[in-house]
């Protein structure tokens, strides 16, 4: 069982920067895969950013190059720095994390931060 809490969402203006965090109740694996992903209203929840173990998985064309997520298992926590945000980067940001076992997989998710970009 692991729980997510999301936090350092804000309201900023374009060409803004904010760094998101997600701290888990336990121990991230070297295994477990993390992330972010993101839901506009109206519009359905899309993957922002991965990271395995070995690295960066799976980055959103959209955010190429000005998001960098991270993780640091010793302090249970993941991070998304996002540089020159846009008003399309408004959305409530979801972290999650993909536990595997021998046959199935669980995902757990935080209940997300609200990030607003003003034009």
């Known amino acids: 069982q692991v729980t997510l809490i999301e936090s350092g969402g804000a309201q900023v203006q374009a060409g803004g920067r904010l760094t998101l965090s997600c701290a888990a109740s336990?121990?991230?694996?070297?295994?477990?895969?993390v992330g972010w992903s993101r839901q506009a209203p109206g519009k359905q929840r899309e993957l922002v950013a991965s990271i395995t173990s070995g690295g960066p998985t799976n980055v959103a064309d959209s955010v190429k190059g000005r998001f960098t997520i991270s993780r640091d298992n010793a302090k249970n926590t993941v991070y998304l720095q996002m540089n020159n945000l846009a008003p399309e980067d408004t959305a409530v940001y979801y972290c999650n994390l993909r536990r595997r076992a021998s046959l199935t997989s669980r995902t757990y998710w935080g209940q997300g931060t609200q990030v607003t970009v003003s034009s």
């Open positions: 336990g121990s991230i694996l070297a295994s477990d895969t």
